[in-house]
């Protein structure tokens, strides 16, 4: 899992409540990424951010909202918009490789499950 | 629509035994591919890298192969052990507008038994 912490690792929510998921990296790296990961389908980006104060939406943003104060930190909080959040959730961070061969990192996950 | 696709879905090999593992992308434009192997309950880790100009890229065991022409990859294992029961996905980027984008396959469950 590299340098690349996620916690809690399992985190239980009842219904219209708002929780945030923590990740922090100790790799010095720019760019860091949330996915959702759900059985049967590939990892899918819900937010990415190339560097400190900016972040950009991935292709499920929807009812998620994130921060990026810090380079060490990228959290991400799901909200009650969120229709369907009982997922795995992997955060990752990365550094520009020559020739476009950045190798992303990931952290060990979280679990949410909505009760 | 860019897409990687991945098969089996999943695999049961006995201990010992040598498998492959295919990945047919239709990903445009195409910058690199990599393999990735996740444990149950974990993050992902990376195995290979390749770019365009990469055929072959051997990590111990694992040997991952890259035919750019007909976007068609491979991941080999050798003398598969216990340990390398995961699911193994294979990762696609593009670059367009100057970002990267990676593209998931959705993985091969593998199963190793002793």
């Known amino acids: 899992d590299g340098g690349i912490t996620q916690s809690p690792k399992y985190l239980f929510r009842k219904e219209g409540q708002n929780v945030t998921l923590s990740c922090e990296q100790n790799l010095n790296h720019d760019a860091m990424y949330w996915y959702r990961q759900d059985p049967g389908q590939g990892l899918r980006l819900i937010y990415y951010?190339?560097?400190?104060?900016?972040?950009q939406k991935g292709d499920i943003a929807e009812g998620y909202s994130v921060s990026r104060e810090k380079k060490e930190s990228f959290p991400l909080t799901v909200t009650s918009a969120q229709k369907n959040p009982t997922a795995f959730y992997l955060c990752a961070s990365s550094i520009p490789g020559e020739g476009g061969t950045d190798t992303q990192y990931f952290g060990p996950g979280t679990r949410l499950t909505v009760l | 629509k860019n897409q990687v696709e991945q098969s089996p879905q999943s695999l049961i090999i006995l201990e010992g035994k040598n498998c492959t593992l295919q990945?047919?992308?239709?990903?445009?434009?195409?910058?690199?591919l990599r393999w990735y192997k996740q444990d149950t309950g974990r993050g992902p880790v990376s195995l290979t890298i390749?770019?365009?100009?990469?055929n072959t890229k051997s990590n111990g065991r694992y040997t991952a192969t890259l035919d750019a022409d007909t976007k068609q990859s491979s991941l080999h294992i050798t003398a598969s052990q216990l340990s390398d029961s995961a699911s193994y996905i294979c990762?696609?980027?593009?670059?367009?507008?100057?970002?990267?984008?990676?593209?998931f396959g959705t993985g091969t469950r593998l199963k190793v038994l002793a």
């Open positions: 990945c047919n992308y239709t990903v445009s434009p195409f910058s690199n």
């Open positions: 390749m770019t365009f100009s990469e």
């Open positions: 951010s190339q560097i400190v104060n900016d972040f």
């Open positions: 990762v696609v980027s593009d670059r367009a507008s100057g970002t990267y984008k990676y593209i």
